[in-house]
Every structure is written in structure tokens, then in C-alpha cells.
């Protein structure tokens, strides 16, 4: 199963406001965890790419479940450094039509709609979240059907099934538009030693200090914590 991934850096035009130096700094930081966290992926799936550009990331490849679960590590790393990355993964993977190039002349013409729905998909949600397509999450979830819903997954949240400690992750956005993964679930990983609270009590007073345009990034993000926390706890309540 094919995916494809595109993910942007939050409030990079703003730090450029503030200071260019302030900016690169943080570029260089998305740049070098991306690298960082990726890296084994792309050795264990030769035939997945990524691209990063300015303040952007495109990722894709053919295994959405082993990709999610290094996008885990890799939001949970930059948020670690107060990088926001919002970004949404779709089925199917982004592939180009050959054209007549030139050495210092590429042309990147994609065949299929892919990047443009994972872009706009993206764009349709406010702070750090990974956006899962309705059509990639239902195939992720064709074990267990219920969990397409709130409801469904409430009255039967687990299974002895391999793969349902990951899937468990995978909810409805709250307005039943789409689906996202409760990355903040499981925060253990090696290289990012994230505090949860912590952070949450950081992102709750920069909302207090910043723009309704900047605080809703940090607010949503918060609530995503949250989500994430109720779910887990519900999950270990009912195992």
C-alpha cells in the first residue's frame, strides 16, 4: 500500500519577521531532526523518497504504517525543539512524468493528484497533527471496521490483532471530517525525551501572549494532547 506525505514547518514567516538568523536557526533544526529521524527509513525502503525544501517535507513511499510510526518520532522530536510541524499522509504514491531535461533545468510534472490532496489536506487543520486520509484510513483499519467511529471504537476498544496497538491511534478528527493519529500516545522514543505537561504548560501561555492567528496553532496542539491522553487512558481502563 502506497503513501504520500507532505508536511509544512509553522510559523516560519513570522520568524523571518523577527529575525533571518532566528529563522535559518530553526530551518537548519527542521532540516537536520528530519534528516535524523527519516534516515533508517529510507535505508530499510530503498524505494521511498524525501524532499525537503524551504520550510516543507515531502515523504513517500509503500509502507503507510512503518512511515507513520517514524512520523511519530519525527513530530514528537521537532516539538521537543517548539517546531510545529502540521502535515497529512494519503493513499498512493507521488510519481512524476519523464520530460526532456536539461542538466541545470528539472522538470517535476506529477502524474497523479496525490501531493495535491495530501497539500490540501493539510492545510485544512490547525497545529502540529498528522492528518490521515478517510481512503488510507479505512484500508489501515479493514481489521476492525468500528473503529472507523467515536462509538464504534468506545465499545470495543481492543484486540490481540499485531498491528492494533497502532491502529488504536488512528481517530476521527473531532468534527468527523477526516482521521488523525494520536502521536502524543506513546512518547517513548531514544533520542527525544519529551514531557508532556511540560510542554503542555508552555504551549498554554504562549497562547496567552500571542495573535489568535499564531495561538490557535499552539491551542490545537494542546487539544491534541489531550485526545491523545483521554484515548490512552480509556484503552488501559478497558484492557
Known amino acids: 500500500m502506497a ?6 514547518l509553522l510559523g516560519t514567516s513570522s520568524n523571518y519577521n523577527l529575525d533571518s538568523n532566528l529563522a535559518y536557526n530553526k530551518l537548519n533544526d527542521f532540516y537536520t531532526i528530519s534528516f535524523n529521524e527519516l534516515k533508517n527509513y529510507c535505508q530499510g525502503y530503498p524505494n521511498s523518497k524525501v524532499f525537503m525544501f524551504s520550510d516543507s517535507i515531502l515523504f513517500y513511499g ?38 526532456f531535461e536539461l542538466e541545470n533545468f528539472e522538470k517535476r510534472l506529477p502524474i497523479n493528484n496525490t ?9 485544512l487543520y490547525k497545529g502540529s ?38 491502529l488504536s491511534r488512528i481517530a476521527p478528527t473531532p468534527e468527523n471530517r477526516n482521521y488523525e493519529y494520536l502521536y502524543f500516545w506513546l512518547l517513548a522514543h ?18 496567552k501572549m500571542s495573535d489568535p492567528g499564531i495561538s490557535i496553532h499552539y491551542k490545537e496542539t494542546i487539544d491534541l494532547m489531550n485526545r491523545s491522553e483521554h484515548r490512552r487512558k480509556y484503552v488501559e481502563k478497558n484492557s
Open 3 to 8: 503513501f504520500t506525505f507532505y508536511g509544512d
Open 129 to 166: 497533527r498528522l492528518i490521515i486520509e478517510t481512503v488510507l484510513a479505512k484500508e489501515l483499519l479493514a481489521e476492525f471496521p468500528q473503529w472507523m467511529t467515536q462509538e464504534g471504537f468506545i465499545s470495543s476498544p481492543n484486540s490481540e490483532f499485531i498491528n492494533s496497538g497502532f
Open 62 to 99: 509503500e509502507n503507510p504504517i512503518a512511515a507513520i510510526k517514524q512520523l511519530q518520532n519525527l513530530y514528537l522530536s521537532l516539538l521537543s525543539k517548539n517546531l510545529l510541524l502540521r502535515g497529512a499522509i494519503v493513499k498512493d504514491k507521488l510519481d512524476f512524468e519523464p520530460r
Open 115 to 123: 501531493l495535491a490532496k495530501a497539500v490540501s489536506l493539510a492545510s
Open 190 to 207: 531514544p533520542n527525544c525525551q519529551f514531557d508532556i505537561n511540560k510542554k503542555r504548560k508552555e504551549f498554554d501561555e504562549i497562547c
